[in-house]
């Protein structure tokens, strides 16, 4: 962990949180209602200490961007296109990162009053399982033969340049991508967030990463991420009693401890493995990585120095 991060700026809590405390204003009730709407469980507390001083960095960011691409228009003599600012949140299954995505989406939109903060998870650039199934990798959903990588790259050429585009969705419910596509309005901001959106298409001739303006890596270790897996695993499987549409419907008769078996198995079949080979190893693509203690709390910042 340490000499691959050899270029961050290792921060603990307490002196990121000092950092720019003061311009900050407090959050009003209800902007602090819309956070619990997000998921009750976030802490006000890391609201306050860790993700306002982020989005405090991320403006820096920002301004940085258009300033530069206002001078390239100079230099090439072009009036630069407003091109949206791109933010990329990666990390493993389950970790949190669509908490995350959206805890930040509020908060930019709120920052930002005049933007639209856009949002959208890369599980919609998932192959449909029909296809899946055909080239015998259903059991490899996530891993990087799993997406089409050629079309989220697309996609995000297109948003780059100014255009409203439609992106396939999928459901966790369902478990499969679904008929209907939805459309994504060129955003002022976007958040593009996935487990594989620090990663190359297969060709390693593209990499998503050149489209991104700013990158988060949301960290815990295995053990914590584990269990957060496995709670998630039996609020779904709760959720999908009354619905026989869901997925996980047909295994809501199993016992409690048959449950328990199958989740670690996926757990340590599938997503632990993909952790471990594609999707950490490219932990250090991230300009930020937030590292998260047992309960979510934020314990450690690395911003990256070079
Ligand atoms: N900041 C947080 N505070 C409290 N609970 C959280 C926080 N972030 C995530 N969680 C919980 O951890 C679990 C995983 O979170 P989430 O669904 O955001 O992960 P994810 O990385 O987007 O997963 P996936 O890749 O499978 O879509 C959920 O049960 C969520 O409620
Ligand atoms: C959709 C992904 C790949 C990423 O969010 C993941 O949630 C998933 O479904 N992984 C496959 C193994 C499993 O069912 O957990």
Not at 135 to 164: A, T, V, W
Request: hydrophobic fraction near 35%; charged fraction near 25%; proline fraction near 3%.
């Amino acid at each position: 962990m340490e000499t691959e991060l050899i270029n961050y700026e290792k921060i603990t809590r307490h002196i990121w949180q000092n950092l720019y405390k003061k311009t900050i204003p407090p959050l009003t009730e209800t902007e602090l209602d819309n956070i619990k709407s997000i998921n009750d469980e976030i802490s006000v507390q890391d609201v306050n200490d860790v993700y306002l001083p982020l989005v405090q960095l991320i403006r820096i960011y920002k301004k940085t961007m258009s300033d530069l691409s206002f001078s390239k228009g100079l230099f090439l003599q072009k009036i630069a296109e407003n091109q949206p600012f791109i933010i990329g949140i990666s990390g493993s299954v389950a970790v949190g990162k669509s908490t995350t995505a959206r805890l930040l989406q509020l908060l930019l939109a709120q920052s930002f009053k005049t933007s639209t903060v856009g949002l959208v998870t890369t599980d919609g650039f998932l192959y449909p399982n029909q296809i899946l199934t055909e080239q015998n990798i259903l059991h490899r959903k996530g891993f990087p033969e799993s997406y089409d990588m050629e079309s989220l790259i697309r996609f995000l050429s297109e948003i780059k340049s100014g255009k409203d585009v439609e992106i396939p969705v999928y459901s966790h419910e369902i478990y499969d991508i679904l008929p209907e596509k939805t459309l994504v309005k060129s955003p002022d901001i976007l958040i593009v967030e996935g487990i594989n959106v620090f990663q190359s298409t297969l060709n390693k001739r593209l990499y998503i990463n050149d489209f991104f303006d700013f990158s988060i890596y949301v960290d815990a270790t295995e053990t914590n991420i584990e269990r957060w897996y496995l709670e998630r695993f039996k609020t779904l499987l709760e959720l999908a009693k009354k619905d026989s549409n869901n997925y996980y419907h047909q295994f809501t008769t199993l016992s409690a401890d048959e449950v328990l078996k199958m989740a670690r198995d996926t757990w340590k079949k599938v997503n632990l493995v993909n952790l471990r080979e594609f999707i950490e190893p490219t932990r250090s693509r991230a300009e930020v990585i937030l590292h998260k203690d047992k309960r979510h709390k934020v314990d450690k910042i690395y911003l990256k120095k070079y």
